[in-house]
C-alpha cells in the first residue's frame, strides 16, 4: 500500500484568516526539525556546510561561484522566512513552500524561478510515498526545500562533490536539471513496482479471483490516479523550461530539458496503460466470480430438478387417504424406492448428455 496520503488530513484552516504570504506549514504529518545545508562550488572546488544556520548563509550567499542551499524539513518557519526574506524571495513564495498540497507548477519572477514538483520514492517494494519539493532558481544559486527526506539528491550532490565534468562547468540552471532528471528517474521505479503488482494480479485473476484480489486492483488504481495527477502536470513544467520560455535557462540546459520530457511522455503513456490494464483485471475478475457463481447455481439448480419429482412421489404417498392399495402391498416400499433412483439415474444421464452436469 502506498502511504501519500491525499490531504484528507491537510491543515488548510489553520490559515483561516490570515493575510496572504503568512508562512504556515499545511501538510498531513508532523512536520521534521529543519536542517539547512549549503554547497558552495565551481568548476575546480567544492565545499558543503552541513547543518548550517542563518549566519552561515549570509556569510557562504556573499561568495562567488555556485550554491546549491537545501532545507529539510518544514518545521522551522522562522528559519525558511529568514533565509527567503535575505535571499528576495516573494512573500507568496515562502507561503506556497509550506503549503505541501499543490499540483506541480512553475511561477516566473523578476530575478528567479519558483517550481513545485513532486517526490515519489519507492517503500518496501510494493508501494512508494510522496513528499512536495520546492524549487527556486536564481542566477547563481538554487533553492530546495523538502518535507522531511533529501536522499533523492544523493546522486545529485555525489556528482557536485566528485565530477568537475558537465554539472560543475554549467550554471545553476544546470543543476535544476540534474535535480528534476533524478526525481524522474526514481518515477520509473515506482512503474518497475507497479507493474510487478500487476502481474502478480493477472495470474491470481486467472488462477484462483479471491476476495483480496479485489482490494488490490483498487489500491493500484488509486495509486495509478495520485501518480497521475503528480506526474503530468510536471511535463508541461519541463516542456517549458525546454522552450525557451525563461531568461535564467540557458540553450544547453534546454536539450537535456527535452530529455527529461521525453521520460516524463514515456511514464505518462505507461500511466494511461497500467490504468487500462487495471480495469481490465477488474472486469476479468468480476467475470470470474459471476463464472463461479453461475457453476455453483448450476449445479445448485440440477440438484433441485433432480429432487422435484422424488419431492412429488414422496409427497403424494404421503397424503392420509385411507384407500390405497398400492399401499397394502407388500413390495410398496421398495418399488416406489427403484421407481425414485431410477428416475433420479435417468435425469442425471440426461444431464449429462446435455452437458449441463
Request: glycine share 6%; net charge negative; aromatic share 10%.
Amino acid at each position: 500500500m502506498s502511504k501519500y496520503m491525499i490531504s484528507r488530513t491537510a491543515k488548510f484552516s489553520s490559515k483561516s484568516g490570515l493575510p496572504p504570504g503568512t508562512p504556515v506549514y499545511t501538510g498531513d504529518r508532523t512536520p521534521e526539525d529543519s536542517l539547512l545545508s549549503i554547497i558552495c562550488y565551481d568548476e575546480e572546488s567544492y565545499k558543503e556546510k552541513i547543518e548550517a544556520n542563518l549566519d552561515d548563509f549570509r556569510e557562504l550567499s556573499g561568495r562567488a561561484g555556485k550554491r546549491w542551499v537545501n532545507i529539510t524539513g518544514l518545521a522551522n518557519t522562522q528559519m525558511i522566512s529568514g533565509i527567503c526574506s535575505l535571499s528576495g524571495i516573494h512573500p507568496l513564495t515562502s507561503e506556497d513552500i509550506l503549503s505541501t498540497h499543490q499540483r506541480p507548477k512553475i511561477e516566473s519572477f523578476d530575478d528567479y524561478i519558483y517550481l513545485v514538483i513532486k517526490v515519489i520514492l519507492p517503500e518496501n517494494n510494493r508501494g512508494f510515498y510522496s513528499e512536495q519539493a520546492s524549487i527556486i532558481l536564481f542566477k547563481d544559486t538554487v533553492f530546495t526545500f523538502l518535507e522531511y527526506d533529501d536522499s533523492v539528491f544523493e546522486p545529485v550532490k555525489k556528482r557536485l562533490e566528485y565530477s568537475k565534468g558537465r554539472i560543475r562547468k554549467n550554471g545553476a540552471d544546470y543543476l535544476i536539471y540534474a535535480i528534476i532528471d533524478s526525481v524522474v528517474d526514481e518515477y520509473f521505479k515506482i512503474f518497475e513496482i507497479i507493474g510487478d503488482r500487476l502481474e502478480e494480479i493477472e495470474e491470481s485473476v486467472i488462477t484462483s479471483p479471491e476476495p483480496d484480489i479485489l482490494e488490490e486492483i483498487y489500491s493500484i488504481r488509486r495509486d495509478l490516479i495520485y501518480l497521475r495527477r503528480s506526474i503530468l502536470p510536471l511535463r508541461d513544467v519541463v516542456a517549458g523550461l525546454s522552450k525557451g520560455e525563461y531568461d535564467l535557462m540557458d540553450a544547453n540546459t534546454e536539450i537535456f530539458m527535452r530529455d527529461v520530457h521525453d521520460h516524463l511522455t514515456q511514464i505518462s503513456e505507461t500511466i494511461e496503460t497500467y490504468r487500462d490494464l487495471a480495469a481490465g483485471l477488474l472486469d476479468i475478475y468480476l467475470s470470474g466470480i459471476s463464472n463461479r457463481m453461475n457453476e455453483v447455481m448450476k449445479v445448485l439448480t440440477i440438484i433441485a430438478t433432480i429432487f422435484i419429482p422424488l419431492t412429488f412421489i414422496a409427497g403424494l404417498y404421503g397424503m392420509n387417504f385411507n384407500y390405497m392399495p398400492e399401499l397394502e402391498h407388500p413390495l410398496a416400499y421398495p418399488a416406489v424406492l427403484v421407481l425414485m433412483a431410477a428416475m433420479a439415474i435417468a435425469m442425471v444421464i440426461y444431464f449429462r448428455k446435455k452437458e449441463w452436469l
